[in-house]
């Protein structure tokens, strides 16, 4: 089962960080088709946040087709966003594990190696668009 965290320094909504952290699980295999979700009640008390935040992000998955709420049971996957691709993850995974050490042991802190990452991810992403 998914377990749910909030970043304040983000800059979305608690709701739409919900729903990034189910896509991102069905991206990488970590829920799968029948998995159930935590119930509303479960993610509130875990993350102290207002039950209509929780509802928002579910209904969102929802629409997008991706769970579907069971009445008296709970919200399950009914897709995924994995692909043929889910077999590299495995190595690709061990790669960054790695360069995440050496980050570390060259002194990054977690906003340095997330700002390096995505300002080196939009450069790769713009210069293969060209």
């Excluded at 043929?84 to 995440?100: E, F, I, K, M, V």
């Excluded at 990452?117 to 992403?125: E, G, L, N």
């Amino acid at each position: 089962m998914i377990a749910f965290h909030l970043d304040d320094r983000s800059g979305l909504a608690p709701y739409l960080q919900l729903v990034r952290q189910v896509r991102q699980a069905l991206r990488v295999g970590l829920l799968r088709e029948g998995d159930q979700l935590p119930t509303v009640k479960e993610v509130v008390a875990q993350l102290a946040i207002n039950p209509n935040t929780v509802l928002k992000a579910y209904r969102e998955l929802e629409h997008a087709g991706l769970v579907a709420a069971r009445p008296g049971v709970g919200t399950f996957v009914t897709a995924t966003l994995a692909d043929a691709s889910l077999a590299a993850h495995g190595p690709l995974r061990r790669d960054l594990l790695a360069w995440l050490g050496e980050a570390r042991r060259a002194g990054l802190d977690d906003e340095s190696i997330e700002a390096l990452f995505m300002t080196t991810f939009r450069q790769s992403s713009l210069r293969e668009a060209r």
